[in-house]
Every structure is written in C-alpha cells, then in structure tokens.
C-alpha cells in the first residue's frame, strides 16, 4: 500500500512538474512581446511627454528682448520702455551701437543677441531697423518689432528708399549737418520739433546736445539679409514722423506683413514719449512671435 501510495505521489509530481515547466515555456514564449509592448508603451509616454512639453514652450512667451536704438541718439532713450518691460519679468538688454558703419552696428548687436539664453524679440528705432534686419537672422532671434523704423530688403538702403518718398526733415535745408570725415548730426536747432517734438521741450533740447555722430555711409550701405522675410515682425507708425516719413514706415511694414499699429500724434521719439504703446507691442511680439 505504501508503494502504491509512493507512486500515486510521484506520477502527481510528475504531472506537477509537466505543466510548470509548460506553463514556464509559454510564459517564455511571450516574454518579448511583453518586452516590446512596455518598451513601446514607455516610448509614447516620453513621445507624449516631450510634445506636451514643447508645446507649453511654444505657448509661453517669449522672455528675452533686446533693444536697439537709431542714428544719433544712444541706448539711454529706451529706459522708459525698458523699466515697463523688466517690470513685466522680461530680460531685457540694450545695444550701444558705435553708428560707424552697418556691419559694425550689425556685429554689435549680434554680440548682444549671442547673450542670450533662448529665443528673442528683436526690437529697433529709426535706422535701427536696418541693423535688426541684418541682425535679425541670428538663430536666437524669434521676433521683430520696428519702431518708426526702416526695414529695407536685400540689396537696398534706408537713403535711396527716403528718396521715394522724403521725410519733412530731408527736405529742410541745413537740418542734417555733416563732418569733415563724414559723420552726421541733427541741427541742434531742428533736433526738438523734428526728432521730439512730443517730449518736454528742456529734455529734447538736452538730447539735441547729446548726440552720436553718426557716419553718413550707414544710411546707403545696401543690406545683404531681410530678416523680415522668414521672422514675424511688428511694426509701429509714428503718424507725425518728421525724421522717417509715415507713409514709408506704413510700407515698410505693408511689405513685410507686420502687425501694423499707428500712433496718432506721435513723433519720431515715439519709443520715449509712449512707452505705454510701445511696451503693448512688443509684449504682443513676445506672446505671438513662436505661435
């Protein structure tokens, strides 16, 4: 009975042992299709991660701006502009162009754009916009906004393209007054009601005696990049420009599809008289430019 009951248990193991190992065979079997359904599953969900994310960046606007400033004057005449936009949480930088030459007003400012951390809004006054539309074809630079400022294409400069259509300044005889060596200033006399006539009359007068000389071959050297061509841009009209005349601004930006915004009563010194406005244009830059 003993070795009876000595058999009943083997066979039993042996069956047990039967069906583990087949069950074990079958698990086996399907352990790579297992494998690849989690490695796939863990790829869709990174997939998914990385979309959800880079498309929250592409959301978030933009925190880098700098700021470029025209012929004549320097960088300190965006403080008003710059204090609205830092209080804001942006990063703000500001160029000193040397204003002697294009490719090193451009180079100046591509120093700058170099700074900084990610993706830009490139911002320009008056002849400003010729160096932010060479300069803005640097990789960092998502936006442009120009501020009653020029925006010529490839092969074309800001003095033959003033000669279509002439500022109320180019027009006055002896306004713009020229060096020996060939640089250029505004007649201090014609500085305020030309350049500034919406700022307090002591403060124009002060900038009018403050000037850069600025070298006369910035205004007709030909560009060799439109950055206005691949970039979203923005633009402003300053409706009572006397410097640039509004309706060249209002074709510049025609031509490049900006988002157009005309300030009526403004004058060329529209960046220091209506930060306010100003300010409301790049911040819409920032949101819109990588949308």
Do not use: C
């Not at 007003?105 to 060479?134: C, F, M, N």
């Not at 120009?146 to 800001?158: K, L, M, R, T, W």
């Not at 930006?253 to 209506?274: D, F, Q």
């Amino acid at each position: 009975m003993r070795s009876g009951f000595r058999l009943l248990l083997v066979n039993h193991l042996d069956l047990f042992k039967s069906n583990l190992y087949s069950h074990i065979g079958v698990v086996m079997k399907f352990l790579p299709l297992v494998a690849t359904a989690l490695s796939l599953s863990a790829s869709l969900f990174a997939s998914t991660a990385a979309m959800a994310q880079d498309t929250q960046s592409h959301n978030a606007p933009v925190r880098n701006i700098v700021l470029v400033h025209g012929a004549w004057v320097d960088g300190s005449g965006w403080q008003p502009v710059y204090n609205r936009l830092t209080k804001d949480g942006y990063h703000v930088t500001i160029v000193q162009e040397p204003l002697s030459s294009l490719d090193d007003d451009v180079a100046a400012t591509k120093r700058v754009l170099d700074q900084q951390s990610g993706p830009t809004i490139l911002v320009a006054h008056s002849y400003g916009g010729s160096v932010i539309t060479e300069a803005g074809v640097h990789p960092n630079v998502v936006g442009l906004v120009y501020v009653a400022a020029h925006a010529p294409a490839v092969g074309e400069d800001e003095s033959d393209l003033g000669k279509r259509m002439p500022s109320y300044t180019s027009k006055q005889s002896g306004a713009i007054m020229k060096t020996a060596d060939g640089y250029t200033s505004l007649n201090p006399a014609d500085f305020p009601k030309d350049f500034a006539a919406d700022l307090p009359l002591k403060q124009a007068q002060f900038e009018s005696h403050a000037q850069i000389l600025t070298a006369a071959k910035v205004f007709s050297t030909p560009l060799t990049a439109a950055a206005w061509t691949s970039k979203p841009s923005w633009g402003i009209v300053a409706a009572e420009d006397r410097i640039i005349n509004p309706d060249l601004e209002r074709w510049y930006y025609t031509r490049a599809h900006s988002h157009t915004t005309v300030l009526a009563g403004a004058s060329h010194s529209v960046y220091e008289s209506r930060p306010k406005e100003v300010v409301a244009v790049i911040e819409d830059a920032a949101k819109h430019a990588e949308q």
